[in-house]
């Protein structure tokens, strides 16, 4: 039986912040204790406020091609400043929105930058630096307080092509391999499976927003326990980026 256990009780994270003692001790609070085999997934907003990547808009000074965006677009211009600063390239705008290639190769609106759950009517929070390496150092912290070994999934919604609403995706992991090679078995019918490769960090993600807090319900993680996943000590989030000249979108 599989899971998907809210994470409550954890304080608004500042940046500093033990947020992997956080997730232990209100794990415990609660009654449900970590325990091996457990999969954590913690907003990339938890972590970027701990980590301190947050910036306030009004320290920002929007250059000159920043407000001609911002103007044909409806947008924030010092909002706008920050999004170029935070993308590698832009790949498309248009009807007030900007997609955008992070750093760290993600296609998504407004490169990552967030206003939802980040305290300060002009604070944004920006992706973690380096999420693989963040979800490695919860995952160690965890380890040190607990004994325990678990696998820990940073997410951040995002949008998808073709497809309407928005569902949560992966951006770090550590201790799971985040696709699922099935290539190779068999299905109901005895048909050998050749291009069958599952997602699963990103499907976990958006099982664990079923429980995780996108308004004002503050449960910025969540336990999902019971699900056998292929363990990994090297595997990162990059695995799940397709390479463009496999993309049949961009």
Known sequence: MIQIIPIKGIPIIKEGDDLGGFMVEA?????????????????????????????????????????????????DPSLVEVVLREAKSIVRMGGGHIIAETRHGFICANAGVDKSNVPGERNVALLPEDPDLSARRIRERIRELTGRDVAVIISDTHGRALRDGEINVAIGVAGIDPIRDRRGETDLFGYNLKVKRTAIADELSSAAELVIGQANEGVPAAIIRGYRYPKSEDATSKRLIRPKEKSLFI
């Open 27 to 75: 794990a415990e609070s609660q009654g449900t204790p970590i325990q091996d085999g457990d999969i954590i997934v913690v907003t990339h907003v938890a972590v970027s406020r701990a980590e301190g990547r947050t910036i306030n808009l009004d320290d920002v000074e929007p250059s000159r091609f920043a407000r001609v965006i911002a103007e044909e677009y409806g947008k």
